[in-house]
């Protein structure tokens, strides 16, 4: 199970950052704005704020690998504990990925397709994670 939780959360974090190309350096263009459902002229008034946003999901993709790393060569390469701290920041990484789904869905209900194309990755990298850990 751990290694499944693993791949799903390699999947989220790939997803993060396919998310951050598009609302830090495409975020104008006509398919991310056709994905994103803005017209040019919101998309050049909101630029500032996608390209803010676009980091924090490139962020979250960073812990997430990170911690995959540790989990991955952790027991090799120095010892048990920090396979444990590998997978706090993945569950770091991936929770917060989550909870952010729950807020896009509560916040824009019209939304809730791109909610649950952000957060399934996520939860199934929580769910199998911890039922591998446990």
Known sequence: MVIAGLVFAALAALLHVYIF???????TSPRTRATFGTTPEEAETTKVLAFNQGFYNL???VVTVIGLVL??????????????????LVFAGVGS???AAVVLLISSPD????????GLFPVLAIVLLAWGLA
């Open 97 to 99: 990925m989550a909870a």
């Open 59 to 61: 962020f979250l993709a």
């Open 21 to 27: 190309v598009m609302e830090s350096v495409t975020w």
């Open 71 to 88: 989990v991955i060569v952790g027991d090799r390469v120095t010892s048990v504990p920090s396979v444990f701290g590998g997978a706090a």
């Open 111 to 118: 939304k809730a397709r791109a909610a649950i194309t952000q």
